[in-house]
């Protein structure tokens, strides 16, 4: 792993990105816990007020401190994500996983089978989900089971790709003459050596999950609680437009950290990557 924290490190965007998205995710944690204001209070004297000392960025219509429920809003959305995230990368894992490692005639039709996934319209399918099925449950669960139907299937795609590739390997070829079976294969050869590429597809797919989660939000399908899409929702219903300029800059930063993040990850995880360095880099290595 050491060489692909030296090449990781060389890559300044990713470092910023990084730090940019550790900072982000620091103020939605300490914001709510060090502020003086209660996010849940209601203040009908305070409604509606603009920036001021006291509140940064003013306040919404029940009189709460927008600041600070951005923060919680932001902290909803992004364990919501990542919650989706896991259980999504454990589908998408599992599945590609069998396909690529099976191959023949059932890793065609699970192919066949996930090239329909794709052509489904996953949005649709997921406010369907969270309509029907929020009304028997916890919306935050409902919430994270939607998300991860929609978002396995890319995960599910590249770890068949990479499962594919490594079977063609020398060292797998020689455990297999040696006679390895497929769970070993998986267990010790293949299996740890996907986890580069889970771990970009991890990257790649969270801004969207918390975009998405913002706009199922944002449709009132969301959490009752603080989440960045239904106080965008509140900002639009109450006239204050502010508030959805507040989200889409919370929302920017995350997807743009996220991606450079990934696309780091993914120089730093190729070996071939270190060549390419330039020299103005390369010498960070040392």
Same mark, same amino acid.
């Given at each position: 792993?050491?060489?692909?924290?030296?090449?990781?490190?060389?890559?300044?965007?990713?470092?910023?990105?990084?730090?940019?998205?550790?900072?982000?995710?620091?103020?939605?944690?300490?914001?709510?816990?060090?502020?003086?204001?209660?996010?849940?209070?209601?203040?009908?004297?305070?409604?509606?007020?603009?920036? &001021?000392?006291?509140?940064?960025?003013?306040?919404?219509?029940?009189?709460? @401190?927008?600041?600070?429920?951005?923060? +919680?809003?932001?902290?909803?959305? /992004? +364990?919501?994500?990542?919650?989706?995230?896991?259980?999504?990368?454990?589908?998408? *894992?599992?599945?590609?996983?069998?396909?690529?490692? *099976?191959?023949?005639?059932? @890793?065609?039709?699970? /192919?066949? *089978?996930?090239?329909?996934?794709?052509?489904?319209?996953?949005?649709? #399918?997921?406010?369907?989900?969270?309509?029907?099925?929020?009304?028997?449950?916890?919306?935050?669960?409902? +919430?994270?089971?939607?998300?991860?139907?929609?978002?396995?299937?890319?995960?599910?795609?590249?770890?068949?790709?990479?499962? =594919?590739?490594?079977?063609?390997?020398?060292?797998?070829?020689?455990?297999?003459?040696?006679?390895?079976?497929?769970?070993?294969?998986?267990?010790?050869?293949?299996?740890?050596?996907?986890?580069? #590429?889970?771990?970009?597809?991890?990257?790649?797919?969270?801004?969207? +999950?918390?975009?998405?989660?913002?706009?199922?939000?944002?449709?009132?399908?969301?959490?009752?609680?603080?989440?960045?899409?239904?106080?965008?929702?509140?900002?639009?219903?109450?006239?204050?437009?502010?508030?959805? =300029?507040?989200?889409? /800059?919370?929302?920017?930063?995350?997807?743009?950290?996220?991606?450079?993040?990934? @696309?780091?990850?993914?120089?730093?995880?190729?070996?071939?990557?270190?060549?390419?360095?330039?020299? &103005?880099?390369?010498?960070?290595?040392?």
């Amino acid at each position: 792993m050491r060489p692909v924290f030296r090449r990781f490190r060389t890559n300044r965007p990713a470092l910023v990105s990084m730090a940019g998205l550790g900072t982000l995710v620091a103020f939605c944690i300490l914001a709510p816990i060090l502020s003086s204001h209660d996010p849940y209070a209601l203040d009908f004297t305070q409604q509606k007020h603009g920036p &001021s000392g006291e509140h940064w960025l003013g306040t919404d219509f029940f009189g709460r @401190d927008v600041l600070v429920r951005l923060a +919680l809003g932001g902290r909803a959305s /992004m +364990l919501i994500a990542v919650a989706a995230l896991a259980v999504a990368a454990v589908i998408g *894992v599992l599945y590609g996983s069998i396909a690529g490692l *099976v191959g023949g005639r059932i @890793d065609n039709v699970m /192919m066949r *089978v996930l090239d329909g996934a794709f052509a489904l319209p996953r949005f649709a #399918i997921l406010v369907s989900l969270v309509a029907v099925l929020g009304r028997h449950g916890s919306t935050y669960s409902t +919430l994270v089971f939607g998300l991860a139907i929609v978002s396995w299937m890319t995960t599910a795609r590249l770890v068949r790709g990479e499962v =594919v590739r490594l079977k063609q390997t020398e060292y797998v070829n020689a455990a297999r003459s040696l006679g390895a079976k497929r769970l070993h294969l998986l267990r010790k050869h293949i299996g740890p050596s996907t986890f580069g #590429i889970v771990t970009i597809a991890v990257f790649l797919e969270l801004p969207g +999950l918390v975009l998405t989660e913002a706009l199922v939000s944002a449709l009132g399908l969301g959490p009752s609680a603080a989440t960045w899409g239904n106080i965008a929702w509140l900002g639009i219903q109450e006239g204050q437009l502010s508030h959805v =300029v507040y989200v889409s /800059m919370g929302l920017a930063i995350f997807a743009i950290c996220a991606n450079f993040i990934a @696309d780091g990850l993914q120089e730093a995880l190729d070996p071939r990557a270190e060549q390419a360095i330039p020299e &103005s880099r390369r010498g960070l290595l040392a």
